[in-house]
């Protein structure tokens, strides 16, 4: 009986010891491929649609996931926005850094509803892309569908800077 209880135990240890190597390997990936993304959102107009014990529920930080990908003469740069309408994002270049800036809104059916799941987070947000060659920013074209900003730079000699217009 001790023998089988003694097994029991190392088999426990064993599968604490699995789950817990796979939960550090997700969060080391989540980290790595994700702390760039990772994005701060400031309280702001969200604060009159949210009463009290809600607003102080809902997460303060979010995921602007993007890529940069490089063709031979351009800089893409594609960063998920859902949530957002165009006219919500701005977009900026300075030397070699896209800037996006905007805000996310609360929308809320009723005012007398309960969060029982609270993972978006709302409000005002700033990111900054590092862009990995200078690009002619007077020549950027940015565009807005399905959740996706998409900004198009043309590579350049010189880096230049400028506010891009979102069609």
């Not at 969060?27 to 949210?50: M, P, Y």
């Not at 799941?117 to 005002?124: I, N």
């Amino acid at each position: 009986m001790l023998d089988s209880l003694k097994q029991a135990g190392m088999n426990i240890g064993r599968e604490i010891n699995r789950a817990w190597e796979s939960l550090s390997e997700g969060w080391r990936e989540l980290l790595s491929r994700s702390s760039n993304a990772l994005t701060h959102f400031s309280r702001g107009k969200e604060e009159a649609a949210v009463t009290g014990s809600d607003l102080a529920r809902f997460p303060r930080w979010g995921l602007l996931a993007g890529e940069v990908e490089e063709t031979a003469k351009d800089i893409l740069v594609r960063v998920e926005l859902p949530g957002l309408e165009k006219e919500d994002c701005h977009v900026s270049i300075e030397g070699n850094m896209l800037y996006m800036s905007g805000e996310k809104r609360i929308e809320r059916e009723t005012s007398d509803s309960t969060y029982h799941v609270m993972e978006r987070a709302y409000g005002s947000f700033q990111r900054a892309i590092p862009l990995p060659r200078n690009v002619d920013a007077d020549q950027a074209e940015a565009s807005y569908r399905n959740g996706v900003l998409t900004v198009r730079v043309p590579k350049s000699a010189v880096a230049s800077g400028t506010t891009v217009r979102i069609s």
